[in-house]
């Protein structure tokens, strides 16, 4: 955060209790930055991209990985999904959805 210009968090609604987690609370709140909820049907406010999360898609899950954010993004003709480390439940869960997941570029 230090390194980049931060406009905007969206995290999903989890905490951990890890070092590196509180550092990144701490830098949010000293750039005075406000955390917007990254769940499943919110949408980033662009102006030439489309961008939704599609996970998380639980309010909760045993494994923190499955609280990943998952995004898709639609720019022109082309189309990425950025998966996180969501595991099996999570990539069920957006299966079983009926979203169109069809990307161009998996990460």
Same mark, same amino acid.
């Given at each position: 955060?230090?390194?980049?210009?931060?406009?905007?968090?969206?995290?999903?609604?989890? @905490?951990? &209790? +890890?070092?590196?987690?509180?550092?990144? %609370?701490?830098?949010?709140?000293?750039? *005075?930055? $406000?955390? &917007? @909820?990254?769940? !499943?049907?919110?949408?980033?406010?662009?102006?030439?991209?489309?961008?939704?999360?599609?996970?998380?898609? !639980? /309010?909760?899950?045993? /494994? %923190?990985?499955?609280? +990943?954010?998952?995004?898709?993004? /639609?720019?022109?003709? $082309?189309?990425? %999904?950025?998966?996180?480390?969501?595991?099996?439940? &999570? =990539? =069920?869960? #957006? %299966? &079983?959805? *009926?979203?169109? #997941?069809?990307? /161009?570029?998996?990460?």
């Amino acid at each position: 955060m230090q390194e980049f210009p931060v406009k905007a968090v969206y995290m999903p609604r989890v @905490t951990h &209790s +890890s070092d590196t987690f509180r550092d990144l %609370l701490l830098a949010i709140k000293n750039k *005075g930055l $406000k955390i &917007s @909820t990254a769940k !499943a049907g919110v949408e980033l406010p662009l102006q030439a991209i489309k961008a939704r999360f599609i996970a998380p898609r !639980a /309010d909760h899950y045993e /494994d %923190l990985n499955n609280y +990943s954010a998952v995004l898709k993004i /639609d720019y022109g003709a $082309k189309s990425f %999904l950025f998966m996180g480390d969501a595991e099996k439940e &999570s =990539e =069920e869960q #957006i %299966l &079983s959805s *009926g979203l169109n #997941i069809r990307a /161009d570029v998996l990460k």
